[in-house]
């Protein structure tokens, strides 16, 4: 389920709007392309040295709706300017949308004097403003005046920084719906993973213990990645937020390795195949053990073995396809599907496909369609095994069959000979028989005076 992320930021002085405008009409706004940002390699500077008059050229303008600045140890420096202009309401919200972000301040102006908020997941869940999976920040906008905000933000994640503003009775409507899409995806997940299970206690198949446990780690993958590990599961543990969605992609990767290569038989029909893929374990478990003490690189480095791992995969599956493996051709169908959702990612990121809400939930569906497919694979492959069975078991029987009839009938013949024989046989006897009482004497009276006359010599 990882994917190298790639991210080409584009920006340039272009003829836009210098502010956010907000009125009545308005009640959610991306504004991505109203802000301008800086790249603070060291992370030193302070918000009186950026917001100094003079550092303002420094700033680039942003012409994408959500920015992305993918793996980097800089600080990221926004600043975007708002306009209420609502008269009769100031009630906005500011949603920074990617819920892995380790730092986040935000400053705004209140009687001259900058004010500090501070968010992200290096900080306990309970400070937080909104209970909410990502991060909510209440704009103080007074009515036609303009406001400048400024956010500095660091992370060990990809650098992705989608920002919006919503009226809060719209940000209510559209995370109701957030949340309902993904508890149903958890839903569908969960229901998978306990299906699974039950095959596999039912009939040992070891398949579907490897199937049930990528999916488990799948699932706590996206609870992660999402948010909701950290609003719901751990709100204290702030270490194991900042690394759990790492580890998980290790188990991901390692779980859907051993998956693979039980599903298509690599150990007896592509030993060679079976051992690069043992070796691409290794790797994995190595990272997720570096990744306990130093996460740097560790995530790009995750990324970089699980997709060169899967694309072999997929090279092995389409292999075993073509040399009559026909439990094969779903799996191939489903690892297609999670390889072409990492390309849409990767085409998302590069601005070569638009910022909707399909790019955005790619890894979910995309992930969703894997997993329906596999199972299906899973189904085919042991529904290609029972009637393998079946026609071994009839093959059998017909050779049973076959060999009772030959028997019978040699049994048959052998009878028949044996009858023969005998029948030949009391036909000798009873010419025997004649030639007896033809040859010896009848009258045993003549013979009364005969004597046998015995004699003896000694040597």
């Not at 993958?221 to 909701?228: I, Q, R, T």
């Not at 290794?282 to 694309?311: E, M, R, T």
């Not at 092995?316 to 051709?329: C, E, P, T, Y």
């Not at 026609?391 to 009839?405: A, G, I, N, Y």
Request: some cysteine; overall charge neutral.
């Amino acid at each position: 389920m990882s994917v190298i992320v790639f991210s080409f930021p584009v920006f340039g002085n272009d003829n836009r709007d210098e502010f956010v405008r907000l009125d009545s009409k308005i009640q959610k706004v991306e504004i991505g392309k109203f802000v301008s940002f800086y790249e603070d390699p060291t992370g030193s500077l302070l918000i009186d040295d950026v917001s100094n008059p003079g550092f303002r050229n420094k700033f680039a303008n942003s012409i994408k709706e959500s920015l992305n600045f993918g793996f980097t140890e800089s600080a990221i420096w926004l600043r975007f300017e708002v306009r209420n202009e609502d008269q009769s309401s100031n009630d906005w919200l500011l949603e920074i949308g990617f819920p892995v972000l380790d730092q986040i301040e935000i400053f705004a102006k209140q009687n001259e004097v900058w004010i500090k908020k501070e968010y992200g997941d290096s900080i306990p869940f309970a400070s937080r403003d909104f209970y909410y999976r990502t991060f909510i920040y209440r704009l103080e906008t007074s009515s036609d005046r303009t406001e400048t905000i400024y956010l500095k933000v660091r992370s060990t994640s990809a650098m992705i920084i989608p920002l919006t503003i919503f009226k809060t009775a719209a940000f209510q409507r559209e995370s109701y719906l957030m949340e309902s899409y993904y508890f149903s995806i958890y839903g569908i997940l969960g229901v998978m993973i306990i299906y699974n299970a039950f095959v596999f206690f039912a009939f040992r198949g070891w398949s579907y213990l490897l199937y049930t446990l990528n999916t488990l780690f799948s699932l706590l993958a996206f609870v992660s990645l999402n948010g909701h590990g950290f609003q719901y599961l751990w709100p204290e543990m702030l270490w194991w937020q900042n690394r759990f969605p790492f580890f998980s992609g290790c188990l991901v990767g390692i779980s859907g390795i051993a998956f693979s290569s039980q599903f298509l038989g690599l150990r007896k029909s592509y030993p060679f195949a079976f051992r690069i893929l043992g070796g691409f374990q290794f790797l994995l478990a190595s990272l997720c053990i570096i990744g306990a003490f130093s996460i740097k690189n560790a995530i790009q480095n995750v990324n970089i073995v699980n997709s060169i791992a899967f694309i072999f995969v997929m090279i092995i599956a389409v292999r075993s396809f073509l040399d009559g493996n026909k439990s094969a051709r779903f799996f191939i169908l489903g690892w297609t599907v999670l390889i072409l959702g990492g390309v849409l990612i990767i085409f998302r990121f590069l601005g070569l496909l638009p910022d909707n809400f399909f790019t955005r939930h790619t890894l979910e569906i995309g992930s969703m369609i894997e997993l329906v497919l596999l199972s299906l694979a899973l189904v085919d492959k042991y529904k290609i095994i029972q009637d393998e069975n079946i026609r071994v078991h009839k093959e059998l029987f017909e050779t049973e069959r076959q060999v009772k009839e030959t028997l019978e009938i040699k049994v048959n013949e052998r009878t028949a000979e044996l009858n023969k024989s005998m029948q030949l046989i009391k036909e000798d006897l009873a010419i025997a028989k004649k030639i007896q009482i033809n040859t010896m004497p009848t009258n045993l009276k003549k013979m009364q005076d005969l004597e046998i006359a015995v004699g003896f010599m000694i040597i």
